[in-house]
């Protein structure tokens, strides 16, 4: 898969494009992660890419001609056709489901807004799609492309060493990852539960789906209620839900209701 980014702070995209998962996804060659700087293609001294608002008031925004040959070498860069994604907290809010669909494409790009934005015009004209990665503003469209090339990289075959890491993941079936342990068994902290040091791979898989739907429960009900659980899962939940109440434990939630 191929990303393209169009950003005032190419290193800052490469950089973080560069360790861990997804930079050895690139070595692997699984991922390639192009840059592209609007001032690069200005046509001033000063290599200006923003105006002040029409209207007035505070604040720059990034203008239509930098922007449209920069995109216009982006997608000529080669031949395979680009789906554009512009970052901005007016985007329709990203999830992992986006995330697996965007994952399957060949090539996507990214533009990264910085100031107040980009001339609307060109957004209308070029833009695909419109993503933002939370309910908060940030000081540029970088740091949400850099999550978006993670969560995207991570995906591609062969990136993730246990292919069975991905499956797992939070979210990946709607619901929130189970806890996890390592070594030692018994620690001043606690000891791991003893379920996990069984052997019985059954038991192991209920128990994990179990703390699932528990933390699901207990942390983001709001992603229950977008499903239907069938018989065993309401199950494993109201075992889990007896347990927590017989601990003397209340939700949060519901302690502040
Ligand atoms: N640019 C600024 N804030 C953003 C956000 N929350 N998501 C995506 N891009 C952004």
Same mark, same amino acid.
């Given at each position: 898969m191929r990303i393209d980014v169009v950003t005032l702070f190419p290193d800052f995209v490469r950089q973080c494009a560069a360790v861990g998962v997804v930079g050895r996804a690139q070595q692997r060659e699984l991922l390639q992660v192009e840059t592209?700087?609007?001032r690069d293609y200005a046509t001033d001294r000063h290599r200006t890419v923003d105006a002040g608002s029409y209207g007035g008031g505070p604040g720059m925004v990034m203008m239509i001609e930098p922007l449209r040959t920069t995109l216009?070498?982006?997608r000529d860069a080669v031949p395979e056709p680009v789906h554009l994604i512009y970052l901005s907290p007016q985007?329709? #809010?990203l999830?992992?489901? #986006?995330?697996k669909t965007l994952a399957k494409q060949p090539r996507i790009a990214l533009l990264c807004g910085r100031y107040e934005g980009v001339d609307e015009r060109l957004l209308a004209h070029e833009v695909d799609e @419109? &993503?933002?990665i939370g309910d908060y503003v940030l000081s540029g469209g970088e740091l949400a492309a850099a999550v978006i090339i993670?969560?995207?990289g991570r995906l591609q075959d062969g990136a993730l060493n246990d292919a069975q890491s991905a499956e797992q993941d939070s979210f990946s079936d709607g619901l929130l990852d189970c806890p996890h342990y390592a070594k030692p068994v018994h620690d001043a902290l606690g000891s791991v539960p003893e379920v996990l040091l069984s052997g019985d791979h059954a038991a192991i898989a209920r128990w994990r789906l179990k703390q699932s739907l528990g933390r699901t429960w207990l942390r983001r009900p709001e992603l229950l209620s977008q499903r239907v659980l069938d018989a065993g899962s309401r199950a494993l &939940?109201? @075992?889990? #839900?007896r347990e927590h109440a017989s601990k003397g434990l209340v939700r949060q939630n519901d302690a502040a209701e």
């Open positions: 592209w700087n609007p216009a070498a982006m985007g329709a #809010r999830t992992q489901g #986006r995330v @419109e &993503l933002s993670d969560a995207v &939940l109201d @075992e889990f #839900r």
